[in-house]
């Protein structure tokens, strides 16, 4: 299949790979792959840098996988939802709140609920998606001149590639999904990062975090697949845990630009791990 160069990522997400596809594709194992999986989806970079034939995607956050939903199967009724926001202070903070009404959320469409969280996305400040323990967006208006908000060429590229290939949304516990995987499916795992210190922890894009137990589950699932002969590559932040966790595998230390930060003389590289249980 033929990789169109406008599917790319239609959110920013917190750690995405953009910056880091060229390093982690020399990085995956030689010759084709029956079959891709990526249980940490996120904002896909990988995804639409790779636009594999057959693919398992997935990711604990539901509202960020009826976006993928809508983008897949409602795509112009999402560019036309799309049009009725407007990048003001007044609206950012109205939509924002629509979650707060449990009663009158749940009644909303699919496609209204995604156009609400590219908005979010598009005009929140750092472009961060964030949630409180209630699970609620409470990330702050950004305050950008034009954002694009409607990205319509890109949103049609992303539905283009989700209809020709073979693509298996879901949004379930990342474990049940690599359960399933066979032989011969290549796997990314892209989790929420070990802090590389207290104040440093960014866990929010669902509600619960992911702890250092979580990450001890992570492994022992990443074991699994090494049991079974499936081939994995994760992504982690460089902390001494993580090394710990992995040192049976390969580990290729390589660095990256963080943004997440508020200040901005905090942001820069950082180093981070990339783990493979092959060669």
Same mark, same amino acid.
């Given at each position: 299949?033929?990789?169109?160069? @406008?599917?790319?990522?239609?959110?920013?997400?917190?750690?995405?790979?953009?910056?880091?596809?060229?390093?982690? =594709?020399? @990085?995956?194992?030689?010759?084709?792959?029956?079959?891709?999986?990526?249980?940490?989806?996120?904002?896909?970079?990988?995804?639409?840098?790779?636009?594999?034939?057959?693919?398992?995607?997935?990711?604990?956050?539901?509202?960020?996988?009826? $976006?993928?939903? $809508?983008?897949?199967?409602?795509?112009?009724?999402?560019?036309?939802?799309?049009?009725?926001?407007?990048?003001?202070?007044?609206?950012?903070?109205?939509?924002?709140?629509?979650?707060?009404?449990?009663?009158?959320?749940?009644?909303?469409?699919?496609?209204?609920?995604?156009?609400?969280?590219?908005?979010?996305?598009? =005009?929140?400040?750092?472009?961060?998606?964030?949630?409180?323990?209630?699970?609620?967006?409470?990330?702050?208006?950004?305050?950008?001149?034009?954002?694009?908000? *409607?990205?319509?060429? $890109?949103?049609?590229?992303?539905?283009?590639?989700?209809n020709s290939?073979?693509i298996y949304?879901?949004?379930?516990?990342?474990?049940?999904?690599?359960?399933?995987?066979?032989?011969?499916?290549?796997?990314?795992?892209?989790?929420?990062?070990?802090?590389?210190?207290?104040?440093?922890?960014?866990?929010?894009?669902t509600r619960?975090?992911?702890?250092?137990?979580?990450? *001890?589950?992570?492994?022992?699932?990443?074991?699994?697949?090494?049991?079974?002969?499936?081939?994995?590559?994760?992504?982690?932040?460089?902390?001494?845990?993580?090394?710990?966790?992995?040192?049976?595998?390969?580990?290729?230390? $390589?660095?990256?630009?963080?943004?997440?930060?508020?200040?901005?003389?905090?942001?820069?590289?950082?180093?981070?791990?990339?783990?493979?249980?092959?060669?």
């Open positions: 299949m033929r990789k169109n160069k @406008l599917a790319v990522p239609f959110v920013k997400w917190v750690g995405g790979k953009r910056q880091l596809l060229d390093v982690l =594709t020399d @990085l995956m194992p030689e010759g084709s792959i029956k079959s891709y999986c990526e249980p940490f989806v996120g904002g896909g970079a990988m995804l639409f840098h790779l636009q594999p034939g057959i693919a398992y995607v997935n990711d604990i956050n539901s509202e960020l996988i009826n $976006v993928y939903s $809508v983008i897949k199967d409602s795509v112009d009724e999402l560019i036309n939802e799309l049009s009725n926001f407007e990048n003001e202070p007044e609206v950012f903070y109205d939509v924002r709140g629509w979650d707060r009404d449990k009663i009158r959320y749940s009644s909303l469409s699919n496609i209204k609920r995604a156009a609400r969280i590219i908005f979010l996305n598009k =005009t929140c400040f750092n472009g961060l998606y964030r949630v409180n323990n209630a699970g609620e967006f409470n990330s702050p208006f950004g305050y950008y001149r034009n954002p694009n908000i *409607i990205n319509a060429p $890109v949103l049609r590229a992303v539905s283009h590639y989700l290939a073979k949304l879901s949004s379930v516990d990342y474990s049940e999904v690599l359960a399933k995987l066979e032989k011969g499916t290549f796997v990314y795992l892209d989790p929420p990062y070990d802090p590389v210190s207290d104040s440093a922890s960014f866990t929010g894009y619960g975090g992911f702890s250092r137990n979580e990450q *001890i589950r992570l492994r022992e699932c990443c074991d699994d697949l090494s049991r079974r002969g499936i081939k994995f590559m994760l992504s982690n932040s460089a902390t001494n845990f993580i090394m710990g966790q992995y040192s049976e595998y390969n580990i290729t230390l $390589v660095k990256a630009k963080r943004a997440v930060n508020s200040a901005g003389d905090k942001r820069g590289d950082v180093e981070e791990v990339v783990v493979r249980n092959y060669e």
